[in-house]
């Protein structure tokens, strides 16, 4: 290895492209002879240029006390050390020289964006450190649904009037594992349905489901999820518990569990034998593959009640299947057994307050003055055309036991036109047409009539923001309280939902 082979090599390795300009280094304690007066090194030398410009610029290149270079001799490690070390000396107080007067240049051209970056900084922190200081929990999400709507039912003879009425739901999600789930639901609302036609439940709307708690913040939920096996899940219900719990629902348009973010009535939201019984208890529900999926159910609303207790008194057990035939095509079946005490029976998903939510007075009133045996089968099915269009069809049958009375019949049935994501996306138009629950057959009673209750819908959810929907739609009910001679219902309602 010989001197200027190596120096070259140095400065390719260790300089930069285009140096910065720096002064002379006054603190070297022997003075640097200049390249020119070396005596060795020749002006027409090859490296004689590179060698005048790393001394001019750099003063890091300095010869013997003899005025040589001696540029053949070879360099010992000791000697290539301190040339390396001095031209790194005086690189590094070069650019800390230079960078010292950019840092300076820019912090003067833009102190007020300086400041108002460190005062957002300042301010970001507080919050994080005040997130930190005041949650309940980092393992558990809320989130909310609130409605509001403008809503006038109207029936000849009768009188009506607009009203505007809220629900708010507040739902505690909590996860121990990442696999469990702790659902705590809080209601809130001044929600009722209006008295016509024998005060009939075929005109409740979903914001009206579990919508009057007298403005007085209830729990209507709580239940524990959680992995018995890797497609087995089980559900511990205290309080709120409904077979459409542990269904995979058919139709994923319209079903929201009532929060109204979807169809207007509750009678359009499922299959209305979903709603004999609820209460307390437990379900289970498991995934045989991708495609097909069960579901079991017990419950019973006299959980609490010591006298009781889950198997003493009024219970439903159920279950559900569905198939996911194609992409575009599902079915689904459930079976429901139910017994009722006298006074227990309705179509009521075994509310706080037994109210039911769908079907006729007829029905609801007639049966509850029996302790009554059922036993509901439901199949129902949806055809998804395309993206913009879907199809949903779906049968109720309940056989009815009234003891003391006799057997009876419970019809109801619906099918429906699905327009997903109609003029936007997440926008949702609905057009339902169908029967509600009706009292057809009951064995020594013939003091009714059991004319069709014709159930008419049509809607429209129009996604304003990510947050917020718009929902007009009208509820046309033919032959209400399955009564020909009644007048028919007419429901005109705008609904706004807020999500959070």
Same mark, same amino acid.
């Given at each position: ?48 240029? &590179? ?114 009425? &809220? ?334």
């Amino acid at each position: 290895m010989y001197r200027y082979s190596l120096l070259l090599l140095t400065l390719t390795i260790s300089l930069f492209p285009k140096p910065l300009q720096a002064q002379p280094n006054s603190n070297l304690s022997t003075p640097v002879t200049p390249v020119t007066e070396l005596k060795d090194v020749s002006p027409t030398h090859w490296a004689f240029s &590179a060698l005048k410009q790393l001394q001019e610029r750099y003063q890091c290149i300095a010869g013997y006390p003899d005025q040589t270079f001696r540029g053949e001799q070879p360099v010992s490690r000791y000697e290539f050390s301190a040339l390396l070390n001095a031209c790194i000396t005086q690189l590094e107080a070069s650019i800390r020289e230079e960078e010292q007067s950019i840092i300076q240049r820019l912090q003067t051209e833009f102190a007020r964006e300086l400041s108002i970056l460190r005062g957002r900084v300042d301010g970001a922190t507080a919050r994080v450190r005040e997130l930190e200081l005041t949650q309940f929990s980092t393992t558990t999400k809320l989130q909310g649904v609130v409605n509001f709507a403008l809503s006038n039912s109207s029936q000849s003879g009768e009188e009506t009037g607009v009203v505007l009425q &809220a629900r708010s739901r507040l739902h505690f999600k909590t996860s121990f594992t990442g696999r469990d789930l702790l659902s705590t639901r809080l209601t809130v609302g001044n929600s009722t349905t209006p008295n016509l036609a024998n005060d009939t439940s075929e005109v409740t709307q979903t914001h009206q489901w579990q919508g009057n708690t007298e403005n007085q913040l209830l729990l209507s939920k709580l239940s524990y999820q959680f992995p018995i096996s890797d497609n087995t899940q089980a559900v511990l219900t205290a309080q709120g518990g409904e077979h459409a719990d542990y269904h995979s629902p058919v139709n994923p348009f319209f079903e929201d569990d009532n929060a109204g973010t979807t169809t207007l009535s509750t009678f359009a939201q499922r299959n209305p034998i979903l709603s004999l019984g609820g209460g307390s208890g437990l379900a289970l529900s498991h995934a045989f593959n991708d495609t097909l999926y069960l579901g079991i159910g017990y419950y019973s609303p006299d959980a609490q009640n010591p006298e009781a207790g889950l198997t003493n008194g009024t219970y439903s057990t159920g279950m559900g299947l569905k198939w996911d035939a194609t992409d575009d095509l599902s079915l689904g079946l459930n079976y429901l057994h139910s017994y009722f005490q006298q006074g227990d029976f309705g179509f009521t998903d075994s509310l706080s307050e037994p109210t039911p939510i769908v079907g006729t007075a007829v029905v609801n009133n007639t049966l509850a003055a029996f302790p009554t045996v059922t036993n509901a089968y439901g199949v129902e099915i949806l055809w998804q055309a395309n993206a913009k269009l879907a199809f949903s069809g779906r049968l109720g049958y309940t056989d009815v036991k009234a003891l003391g009375e006799g057997e009876g019949e419970i019809w109801n049935y619906a099918v429906s036109v699905i327009f997903p994501d109609l003029g936007q996306t997440n926008n949702l138009g609905g057009i339902i047409v169908g029967a509600q629950p009706y009292l057809g057959y009951l064995e020594g009673d013939a003091s009714f009539k059991n004319d069709i209750p014709w159930h008419l819908e049509g809607f429209y959810k129009w996604q304003v923001s990510d947050h917020v929907s718009l929902t007009p739609g009208i509820i046309w009910h033919l032959n209400p309280n399955q009564d020909q001679t009644e007048a028919d219902i007419l429901t005109s309602t705008m609904r706004m939902t807020v999500t959070f």
